[in-house]
């Protein structure tokens, strides 16, 4: 699931309004209306790519390259 915000170009919401971080499979596939939800794990994504080493798995998992930016939302980027 998508948990957390992307500071490297891709246009999210902040990690509050991301529902995969606030709720688990279960709840987001009835929040959806979903019979049943699954997503691929992180090794399945990047088994797809030529070079994984070279993709960014921040938005999944938090670990962003060199740190977390901190407490940075898309709107102060925006200002920029």
Same mark, same amino acid.
């Given at each position: 699931?998508? &948990?957390? $915000?992307? @500071?490297?170009?891709?246009? !999210? $919401?902040?990690?509050?309004?991301?529902?995969?971080?606030?709720?688990?499979?279960?709840? !987001?596939?009835?929040?959806?209306?979903?019979? !049943? /939800?699954?997503?691929?794990?992180?090794?399945?994504? /990047?088994?797809?790519? &030529?070079? $994984?080493d070279q993709f960014c798995?921040?938005? @999944?998992?938090?670990?962003?390259?060199?740190?977390?930016?901190? &407490?940075? !939302?898309? +709107?102060? /980027? +925006?200002?920029?």
């Amino acid at each position: 699931p998508w &948990k957390h $915000p992307c @500071f490297f170009g891709i246009d !999210t $919401p902040n990690q509050e309004e991301l529902i995969g971080s606030r709720m688990n499979v279960e709840e !987001t596939a009835q929040y959806i209306g979903a019979d !049943t /939800l699954a997503y691929l794990s992180e090794e399945g994504l /990047l088994s797809v790519f &030529k070079r $994984p080493d070279q993709f960014c798995l921040a938005c @999944f998992n938090g670990k962003y390259p060199g740190g977390h930016p901190g &407490k940075i !939302t898309k +709107e102060i /980027l +925006e200002k920029v």
